[in-house]
């Protein structure tokens, strides 16, 4: 899964970049702030909201646009409903998505998680679970706080800021709007590292890992909606 890169795969990733990049550039007018606090290097978490189907390739194409590549830098957790069907599903693995099963402990997908980070690479999520009906931030799955925890990865925050009027939940096709994706100061959850970590102090970390986004959001955004009972949503 981590094996070297062929030239060929380069180029592919490469030219998926600039047609994507061309479209978000060109519909969404993408916008990027807070590009000084990107790594090249991992092991490293980036954590962003989930609004929209538009954000995490809205995100990719920021990360590309410095320098920041799909497998040879980063890999994205996607839900498992999206490899249903073969040829979307082997699109998102060639750029570097895989599956993670939302309604269970998915121990294949947390090996995967360990294996890019024991390669020194970044994994992109949304730690909310799932696209946010409203699009105010959602609470955070205290997994994913555990996962930084207990490997002391450190987490890069991302705001997706207009996806969700690009294309809110509900929606089939997108409109013009614009999107913004804005980073923040990498952090780290050192404050429960090298302890017993309960279910209260992981969810703790989780609210601090939520704030770290809230931050970087509009006023409107940072409230959190009441718990949805959606698939993937945390039981607040």
Request: proline letters at 8%; glycine letters at 8%.
């Amino acid at each position: 899964m981590l094996q070297e890169l062929s030239l060929g795969y380069r180029l592919y990733v490469l030219i998926v970049k600039d047609l994507l990049g061309l479209y978000y550039k060109t519909y969404h007018r993408l916008k990027v702030e807070g590009a000084e606090h990107l790594r090249r290097e991992g092991p490293l978490f980036i954590i962003i909201n989930h609004v929209s189907y538009l954000e995490p390739f809205a995100l990719g194409v920021a990360l590309c646009d410095h320098g920041i590549l799909p497998v040879s830098h980063f890999w994205t957790v996607s839900k498992k409903e999206l490899f249903q069907f073969p040829p979307i599903g082997k699109f998102l693995s060639s750029l570097g998505m895989f599956p993670i099963d939302r309604e269970k402990t998915d121990m294949a997908a947390m090996r995967t998680m360990l294996g890019v980070f024991k390669a020194g690479k970044m994994i992109a999520m949304a730690p909310e679970g799932t696209r946010s009906p409203s699009g105010r931030l959602q609470a955070f799955q205290p997994v994913v706080a555990k996962i930084a925890i207990s490997r002391h990865i450190p987490i890069l925050p991302a705001a997706a800021i207009g996806a969700e009027q690009a294309m809110p939940v509900g929606s089939k096709f997108a409109r013009p709007k614009q999107i913004t994706i804005r980073f923040g100061p990498v952090f780290e959850l050192a404050e429960f590292y090298d302890q017993p970590l309960t279910d209260a102090e992981a969810d703790r970390a989780s609210w601090m890992m939520r704030e770290q986004i809230a931050a970087l959001l509009p006023a409107w955004m940072r409230e959190l909606p009441p718990p949805s009972g959606r698939v993937g949503a945390r039981k607040v």
